[in-house]
Nanobody, 125 residues
Framework: QVQLVESGGGLVQAGGSLRLSCAAS????????MGWFRQAPGKEREFVAA????????YEADSVKGRFTISRDNAKNTVYLQMNSLKPEDTAVYYC??????????????????WGQGTQVTVSS
């Protein structure tokens, strides 16, 4: 089992920044990829970014590329999502997820085995 706890969400004005954190514990050795997803009210959960624990290779969705950056601190078993130039359409619950492989299906939420409880991000216009 892997436990994931997100933090760092909140209310911010458009153009502002937030940094989300995801602390992993438990059998983290079985998880090779960490991802961030988000879900807005009435919409499906969508992929935001993913990173390989071992290599640090990162991949961001086109909708956030250039504004959001995913990173990790292996010593702290923590993954971060730095969000800059936030827009009202970024408003959502953001979820951290862990999966067994860093491969071509990174954007598929069914590739991830473990999920955090989510943290709310609200961007006001």
């Amino acid at each position: 089992q892997v436990q994931l706890v997100e933090s760092g969400g909140g209310l911010v004005q458009a153009g502002g920044s937030l940094r989300l954190s995801c602390a992993a514990s438990g059998r983290t050795g079985s998880s090779y990829v960490m991802g961030w997803f988000r879900q807005a009210p009435g919409k499906e959960r969508e992929f935001v970014a993913a990173i390989s624990w071992s290599s640090g290779s990162a991949y961001e969705a086109d909708s956030v590329k250039g504004r959001f950056t995913i990173s990790r601190d292996n010593a702290k078993n923590t993954v971060y999502l730095q969000m800059n130039s936030l827009k009202p359409e970024d408003t959502a619950v953001y979820y951290c997820a862990a999966g067994p492989r860093f491969g071509p299906a990174l954007e598929d939420l069914y590739e991830y085995d473990y999920w955090g409880q989510g943290t709310q991000v609200t961007v006001s216009s």
